[in-house]
């Protein structure tokens, strides 16, 4: 169903490393290539070990100036809204997924032709959508299995009352038979595998019947298999064996996993304040450039601190909001004005989350090419913004 996808990365300038000798001005991006091929390797060690086939999460990253190294690993991309779905299929060769919590009439129309797969939140939403679908339409329901492995109560998905799926007692073999596939997303950051193995096979024995019914399963993300240390060959294992138990082809919707600790948010300081503590003031702000540092009370790392380190600071941003800091850390010398600090990991759930309150800059967004041979890679500008991008979200000129 997939039409063929339009080219990849037309608006991509690169520049050679030498034109950017340079400091590049913060606050900026750089997702660093040689990083998001170590967890694509990974990547494919577990798709070569369990048949399982790869979705890119896109509410999780969608800079899709970097899709033409991850397309090559991963079998296409999963969504949570239409923008996703088409940026999806426009820039991402391989499966459209596209599920939504709640699909509008007009949603559906959009997507239709374009997705793969439409998943669906709720009976009510899947009966008065299918409707409008294409015969041929690969067709799943989320379904909520009431276990789960989330480190907060805000992104579990199986939490009292959560709107997210259909519980085994909403489920009839009557509702199954429309079906095509099932969709499962019930973990948050889970890195231990014996946890989800348990999970794994609850789902097996609770759902044996239904899952017998449909030919594709999506055991949805929030799985940490890249994380150093994680048995991989086992969860292949584990994956494998379920595949073949329900004779499905089995789906995971990693987005953490894929850019983990690829990329770095650097950022410059502004101002040194002190009031019983030091306060060092940054040229971005959590609330605008790292959302989840704020919302799940995540203190970001920094590249320059050390534990030793004598110069403890707040690293604080610089917008209007009293709480609103990257964290507390030490450093070995007194920062400067002007200093450079690298905040780690700043790839997932950032990105596409980027607003501009305050009117801050938006940081500039770089990708620095894996080196080959000894050749060091280029770095790729993939976006810079202005104020005329603030002024346009705001309204017309
Ligand atoms: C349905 C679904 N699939 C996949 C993901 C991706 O999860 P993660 O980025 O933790 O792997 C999420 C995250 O919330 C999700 O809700």
């Known amino acids: 169903m997939s039409a063929v996808n339009t080219t990849i990365n037309t608006a991509i300038n690169i520049t050679d490393a030498g034109a950017l000798s340079a400091p590049l001005k913060t ?54 809204g239409p923008y996703e779905v088409q940026l999806g299929h426009e820039t991402f060769p391989g499966e459209t997924h ?6 509008s009439e007009d949603d559906v129309i ?19 959508m299918q409707p ?26 199986a939490r009292a009352y959560s709107r997210l799926g259909v519980k085994q007692a909403g489920l009839t073999v009557e509702t199954v038979s429309k079906l095509d596939g099932l969709m499962f997303h019930m973990n948050c950051e889970n890195k231990d595998f014996v946890a989800y ?50 004779n499905v082809q089995l ?28 306060t060092a003031i940054v040229d971005s702000a959590t609330e605008a450039h790292r959302l989840d540092t704020l919302i799940y009370n995540e203190p970001a790392s920094f590249a320059e601190a050390t534990e030793e380190g004598e110069h403890p600071y707040i690293i604080g941003s610089c917008s209007c909001l009293a709480g609103d800091i990257f964290g507390e850390a030490n450093f070995p010398q007194a920062l400067q004005i002007g200093d450079r600090l690298t905040i780690k990991d700043s790839a997932g759930y950032t990105m596409v989350k980027l607003n501009w309150f305050n009117g801050l800059k938006m940081p500039s967004i770089y990708f620095k090419r894996a080196d080959v041979n000894g ?13 005329q991008d603030f002024k346009a979200t705001l309204g017309q000129a």
Request: overall charge negative.
């Open 251 to 278: 789906y995971l919707e990693p987005g953490e996993a894929v850019i983990t600790d690829t990329t770095d948010l650097v950022v410059s300081v502004l101002d040194v304040v002190e009031n019983d503590k030091k």
């Open 110 to 128: 959009a997507v239709r032709d374009i997705a793969d797969k439409i998943i669906f939140n709720s009976v009510s939403q899947l009966e008065r």
């Open 27 to 80: 606050p900026y991006f750089m997702i660093h290539e040689d990083k998001l091929l170590r967890n694509l390797e990974i990547c494919k060690q577990l798709k070569d070990l369990s048949g399982v086939k790869l979705v890119l999460a896109l509410k999780c990253f969608s800079t899709w100036g970097t899709f033409d190294t991850i397309s090559k690993y991963l079998d296409g991309t999963t969504s949570s």
């Open 375 to 387: 050749v060091s890679g280029k770095i790729e500008i993939l976006n810079q913004f202005d104020y």
């Open 132 to 157: 409008l679908l294409p015969a041929s339409s690969s067709v799943g329901l989320r379904i909520n299995p009431e276990v789960s492995y989330a480190g907060q109560d805000l992104a579990d998905p």
């Open 197 to 246: 193995n348990r999970i794994l096979n609850t789902i097996s024995e609770q759902f044996s019947a239904h899952l017998d019914q449909v030919s594709w399963v999506s055991l949805g993300g929030g799985l940490f298999f890249t994380y150093p240390g994680y048995p991989v060959a086992e969860l292949a294992l584990a994956l494998k064996a379920f595949a073949e138990k329900h």
């Open 98 to 103: 596209a599920y939504s919590v709640g699909y």
